[in-house]
């Protein structure tokens, strides 16, 4: 399971976080829309995902698509 958070974009303060579903699937309720928000997905060996996003006052629901994983670059 994947660890979801999400912060406010401005600030970089939290807002929540959740475990992923067994298949990688995540719900976060109770978000409001117009916000900026930056959405951080992690799985231990694997380099993070980072993605900013907003929902919209006349749709609360977001698909944010297939968030594949990566392994961390080497350097």
Do not use: W
């Not at 959740?18 to 995540?26: T, V």
């Not at 928000?37 to 977001?62: P, T």
């Amino acid at each position: 399971m994947a660890t979801v958070t999400v912060f406010q974009a401005q600030d970089t303060s939290l807002v929540t976080y959740r475990l992923s579903a067994e298949d990688g699937s995540f719900r976060l309720p109770g978000l409001a829309a117009n916000i900026p928000y930056r959405i951080l997905v992690s799985f231990s060996g694997y380099a993070v995902h980072r993605q900013q996003f907003q929902l919209k006052a006349d749709s609360l629901d977001m698909d944010l698509g297939a968030i594949t994983l990566h392994p961390p670059l080497r350097s």
